[in-house]
DNA sequence: AATCACTATGTAACCGGTTACAACTGACGC
DNA sequence: GCGTCAGTTGTAACCGGTTACATAGTGATT
């Protein structure tokens, strides 16, 4: 130890203060490479010596500051565990010099990316949408990125977009739902990643979930119309194909009717995706049915918007003859001229949540399944029985 | 060359046949190292010979393909540089091993990552919406991945957010308009990862453009309503502090007012976000002005979906006393009980366009700004002047 | 037959960090 | 005075791909 091989004094000698780059230095550091080249053209014999100071990395860091590429790294990893001395010495050449460590490197030599991989069905979905926004910046309050992919609800998709994401190199993984195909499921306990189930809840599940209770929402909806009086009711269901939250919010409705002896005839459930145009659609055929329900609760916000305004263009009486109830409180829900009473599930706890679990989770803390609060939102759209 | 260093027979020897591993190396390649611990516990001293089999990588399936890394390597990059042959045998080892090349080796030795980062002011809203969702499959489709980062508005943010992606390691960079802080523009340059603005056109801009003009829009829309007979205008913009899009919308209404000797009097010009609930607000106030603006234009879709329901909130007739327009076609602009006229943009146009854009780039192709087209769409909410 | 151009493949030096392990230092106890 | 221990710091071997350059093979040309 002591002197490097290139002959000059070693570094313990200028240790001592900070070394200030000479001007050649900084004119070889400006010789910059055409990106997408990627090797250095010219190192033939000579790489040795004092080429290696070229780019600004780690090294060249080290070596300006006068200490090893390990201190270096410590100070940018665990910097309680290097002197203050040293921290402070080095901290203010990578200032100086403008170093930006590099992702790819630091990834493969310690096999975390720092990125989170979250796959959703839809981005712009009202519920969802803020999921996003408050996961993205739980995630960066604890330094990582959100790797964001979509899968149109289309479990295949989902399956190879996950695939993409593990390739790519995340070290957790956020998903929708909880039900998948074999195939994914032993995908997902080869590579060892950890992720879990979000917008889902349920305290027995091997994997941990983040999300309101489906069910028990919608019994409490089912609760509050039975209360207002009403026995005869209508759903229009979010598409339940690829979809266990849409199928948990049928159930609850079913079950929680079943318990005060009641239930919805075949012709009064429906089934829509998620735009207006389905939700009027749908509410036309139900209109149809006889007897007439009293109270139609709609799987979704969009279903809900487009039944309360197909009962307007029909001249059905809202809430005078007919309660009409939605899940998922966006903005519109409030605003139309009959305001929707709704279920409002604190999507942004979601977020959060799943984050911050799932970060617990990549650093071995044990964690557990969260239920996020939800509750219903009772607005104009929702009233008595009719007197008949 | 012929005989590798652990003494066995040479791959040339068995290269006329695809090798079958035998089951000790399955037992060896199904020790599993415990993950987030990433050095191999005890490789102390034997590193050389046969150990270096064990976790499935490229050299393990050189080996058991009975060729070298690089064409292994080649076979995935540049298939059509190795022959026929040799593909196949080495395509059906990849399989047979299920190996995934590891993302971060190879973006450190190639210098490319394969993902471009995006950042927008938002991700739900509708065109930025709608943007995002085209420019996935967009990327995708040419083996991509987006990176996606919001920026809220906040140029500060931008700019960090910006800078997060490229430590990150981003081979382009998709950005929303085209003003910018000079620290912004200026670190932009200092890297040298191409970039381009989107949602805004310039032709002359020195940076490439994907986007509507936005002004264009705007002045057909002026003449659309002028055409009408309308001579009272008011405005609600969207607010234009830090969104060049929105200041061109506004002055392209100015300018084309201007071009027939109108203009729009001071407290008929107010700005807001962009919800319902603003709009509103909004509206009442122009309402207040005298004399009566009898046609609005709004800067956004909510903003026009608050006047509008606000409109008829006030008993306000639309069209027959104010014609309202709005600017982004969104579902509900269609659906409500007075369907909105408004400017439709093919936003996924743009995520398309910028995508395939942005890659040209990456690949050193010569690419130009591009415009994408623009529409109004003429509802019910726009009518006549009403004849005093 | 020697030479040349070209193609297919292998060898090994990288990319730029992380971290196991060793080496050193000073304090403390006996 | 010496062994032990804890706290710092350095050395160098990795991580798992890519690719410049060398080499071998194959016809075609002279």
Redesign the interface.
């Known amino acids: 130890m002591g002197s490097d091989r290139s002959g000059r004094t070693s570094w313990r000698s200028r240790a001592d203060g900070l070394v200030i780059l000479p001007a050649a230095d900084y004119a070889s550091a400006g010789r910059?490479e055409?990106?997408?080249?990627?090797r250095q053209g010219s190192r033939s014999r000579e790489q040795g010596a004092t080429a290696d100071k070229a780019r600004v990395g780690l090294r060249r860091v080290a070596a300006v500051a006068g200490v090893s590429t390990a201190t270096v790294s410590r100070v940018v990893n665990r910097p309680e565990s290097v002197s203050e001395e040293l921290r402070t010495r080095v901290n203010l050449v990578i200032e100086q010099l403008g170093w930006?460590?590099?992702?790819?490197?630091r990834?493969?030599?310690?096999?975390?990316?720092?990125?989170i991989g979250a796959i959703f069905p839809a981005?712009?979905l009202?519920d969802f949408?803020r999921a996003?926004?408050a996961m993205?910046d739980a995630l960066a309050a604890r330094n990582h990125?959100?790797?964001?992919?979509?899968s149109q609800y289309d479990p295949d998709l989902e399956f190879s977009q996950a695939r993409?994401l593990?390739?790519?190199?995340v070290d957790g993984l956020v998903l929708v739902g909880s039900t998948r195909s074999a195939a994914f499921e032993s995908f997902l306990s080869r590579i060892?990643?950890p992720y879990l189930n979000s917008f889902v809840f349920d305290a027995e599940s091997p994997v941990p979930c983040v999300g309101p209770d489906n069910a028990v929402s919608m019994s409490e909806m089912v609760d509050h119309l039975v209360s207002l009086g009403h026995r005869r009711f209508g759903m229009i269901a979010q598409t339940t194909r690829n979809n266990d939250r849409a199928a948990a919010r049928r159930d609850g409705v079913r079950n929680a009717l079943a318990r005060v002896g009641l239930a919805i005839p075949p012709q009064g459930l429906v089934e829509g995706e998620w735009?207006?145009?389905e939700g009027?659609k749908l509410f036309r055929r139900i209109l149809d049915a006889t007897p007439r329900p009293t109270a139609i609760i709609c799987g979704n916000s969009m279903l809900a918007?487009?039944a309360v305004?197909e009962a307007?263009?029909a001249g059905v009486d809202v809430p005078g003859e007919m309660s009409i109830v939605g899940y998922d409180d966006i903005?519109?829900m409030s605003?139309?001229?009959i305001p929707i009473t709704t279920v409002r599930v604190a999507s942004d706890d979601v977020g959060r949540v799943a984050a911050d679990t799932v970060l617990d989770m990549?650093e071995?803390r044990a964690v557990g399944s969260q239920r996020i609060r939800s509750q219903i939102v009772v607005r104009a759209s929702s009233g008595p029985v009719p007197s008949d």
Chains 1, 2 share one sequence.
């Open positions: 910059q055409r990106s997408g080249m990627g930006v460590p590099n992702a790819a490197a990834a493969l030599s310690s096999n975390r990316t720092g990125a981005l712009a009202g949408a996003i926004d993205q990125l959100l790797l964001l992919a979509r993409k593990v390739e790519r190199g060892e990643i735009d207006i145009a009027r918007v487009g305004l307007a263009a903005e519109l605003e139309l001229p990549i071995g």
